[in-house]
């Protein structure tokens, strides 16, 4: 029997239906060698928002990062705003892949405990309490694989459980929040080692444009941090929207820069 | 009374195949991804889903990292229905790899980006004995 709550995260996930338009036709072994994506994607208005280690694990195959360098070990600030933390969760989580990457026990249990009581403040503890258990188990042992699992089914968790209390507008910054931190890591990685490849794992512009349009769905929160993240989104957009074009160092740099000062804006007060 | 009792019937009946079936829809796809797991892809824990009638399409728009090797894996609950799953990049050419595959009630395609950014993941419900077919999408990487 499937749960109400996957029933309803299925909705809002909000996977767009479109006819497809194909310029060769198919049957059911053989798939059309192009389709034609310009209706697509006028009608697809979605996309599905990697985690932070997704680009961890393409920026490892570049060469060995030292992954230590960008373990936070700082609790950071308390919030009341509930807007603010869910974007500090979403941070606290991709810090957690980050502990991983850099195979930190004591860090990664941290982190596990500052979820949770992040999620506590949101008031949905109760659905991470067993993932931060199951962290802490798991980081005892040292099974990274294992703690990777644990801080994405924790993020699926807290936002699922933040959608069935019709906060989906949070659960978009949870998702904010980690994006940023990982994108600051990247741009980090790659400004001392550049590398075109390296670069290349910044063209997201997609991922861009989805969040300007959260963000701009979310009138009500009225917070300044949420105004600065939305006009540094507008500056990081030409810097990565370069079709072809290689994204220059400079420009990886200029990126470090703005997601630095926004990730500093979201753990502090 | 009558017409209540047979409307009460009906969703009696709808419900539960309405709602249950998206669910079962995404163990089916975890089913289909389960030995990939042995090879070291990590599969996420959110999944996409909906239902389609037969000849129907739906597209999921991804952010796909060169460096990185991606399934995605769909699944439906209903064992006769025929379902497919391919990948195109963002000027719509087919880019999966060869090694994809569609096995009635599942499918699977296998994509190394060439390049970092957006791709489209078409789902189809080729055929099926049922006028809406649920499927559930799910990827893993590694």
Known sequence: ?269 | MRSGLCLAAVLGLMLPLAVASVDDAQSFALQAAEPYVKEGFQVREDYWGGDLGAGEKKAVRQQLFKGNEYWFWLGTEVEKANVSVHIYDSEGKLVEQPDSWQKGQFAAAHIIPPSTGSYYIIVSVESSPEERTHWALVYGFR
């Open chain 1, 1 to 269: 029997m499937m749960s109400l709550r996957k029933t309803f995260k299925l909705s809002l996930l909000a996977v767009l239906g479109a006819s497809i338009s194909t310029t060769a036709s198919t049957t059911a072994a053989e798939a059309p060698k192009r389709i034609d994506v310009s209706q697509l994607s006028k009608r697809v208005d979605d996309v599905v928002v990697p985690l932070p280690n997704e680009v961890f694990g393409a920026l490892n195959k570049l060469g060995g990062v030292n992954w230590k360098e960008y373990v936070r070990n700082e609790k950071g600030s308390n919030f009341r705003e509930r807007p603010r933390i869910a974007l500090l969760l979403g941070t606290v989580i991709a810090d957690g892949f980050i502990a991983v990457q850099a195979e930190d026990a004591p860090a990664v249990k941290d982190i596990g405990q500052r979820v949770l009581g992040l999620a506590k403040g949101i008031g949905v503890g109760n659905s991470i309490t067993p993932h931060a258990k199951a962290i802490t188990e798991a980081a005892d042992k040292r099974n990274w694989p294992g703690v990777r699992q644990e801080l994405d089914r924790t993020q699926n968790s807290v936002q699922q459980a933040m959608n069935e209390m019709k906060d989906e507008k949070l659960s978009h910054l949870v998702s904010l929040g980690g994006w940023l931190r990982g994108t600051e890591v990247l741009t980090s990685v790659v400004t001392k080692r550049f590398s075109e490849d390296g670069a290349e794992l910044l063209h997201q512009p997609d991922l861009l444009n989805y969040f300007d349009q959260r963000l701009s769905a979310m009138p009500e929160f009225n917070l300044k941090l949420l105004q600065d993240i939305r006009a540094a989104l507008g500056e990081v957009r030409p810097l990565i929207d370069v079709g072809d074009a290689q994204i220059t160092h400079a420009s990886v740099k200029r990126i470090n820069e703005i997601t630095a000062r926004l990730d500093a804006a979201i753990i502090t007060k």
